[in-house]
């Protein structure tokens, strides 16, 4: 199950150069990328499938995002070392370990039960160990704020208040928005208290589940 061998770092590889082709260029993500041994998140029978660039569902409803969007949110995050990174939708843990590669220090909040302790047992068993919460993403964590990035992975309605209020200074907000079937990726920046706003390309995600997001 935990194995990595030649042929899967090979696989790695080529998936780094599809995201490369794809058009993402932060060096420091594609290593990521290219070091976390994606095939472990998926069952021996779907081992194929680890590699190529779409989600795969995990269970609960939800899924392990393409890895084009993982690379894609992850390089918007302009996450650098020390940074103090609040992830809300641990999922399979899978973007934590990214994060975790890129010398983040790592808060997760996870709102299904199975999903977050599924994830709190495997994680420090392949050698990633971010922080756990379960709870509801959609108020953040305000107890551990602020927080210099923070990154939703669930597509919300709106952008939360809350996630804006735990923002540090200079800080970056990632965030899906938009109704059930699409959302638009956005980008908030803060500094010295005044927000900016970027949105890029159109995206698929899981909705947010919270008081401040999607009730089911």
């Avoid at 899967?8 to 780094?16: A, C, D, F, H, S």
């Avoid at 290219?34 to 194929?48: C, I, M, S, T, Y």
Wanted: net charge positive.
């Amino acid at each position: 199950m935990l194995e990595d061998n030649y042929k899967q770092r090979g696989l790695r590889k080529k998936l780094v150069k599809i995201l490369e082709k794809k058009g993402i260029t932060d060096p420091r993500v594609l290593q990521a990328i290219g070091k976390v041994p994606r095939h472990v998140f998926f069952d021996n029978a779907l081992l194929e499938h680890a590699y190529q660039d779409k989600a795969f569902p995990i269970g609960e409803g939800q899924t392990i995002s393409q890895p084009y969007t993982v690379a894609f949110q992850t390089e918007k995050l302009e996450v650098k070392p020390g940074d103090k990174v609040l992830e809300i939708g641990t999922g399979s843990g899978y973007q934590a370990c990214i994060l975790l590669e890129l010398g983040a220090q790592v808060y997760t909040i996870e709102y299904n039960k199975k999903l977050y302790e599924k994830a709190k047992s495997f994680l420090p068993r392949i050698g990633y160990k971010p922080y756990f919460y379960l709870g509801d993403g959609s108020k953040g964590l305000p107890a551990k704020a602020p927080f210099n990035k923070i990154l939703v992975t669930a597509g919300a309605p709106v952008v939360p208040e809350a996630l804006i209020h735990q923002l540090a200074d200079n800080g970056v907000l990632v965030i899906p928005v938009g109704d059930r079937e699409k959302q638009r990726m956005v980008r908030i920046r803060k500094k010295n208290g005044h927000l900016s706003k970027e949105e890029f390309d159109y995206f698929s995600f899981v909705p947010l589940l919270g008081e401040k997001g999607w009730t089911r």
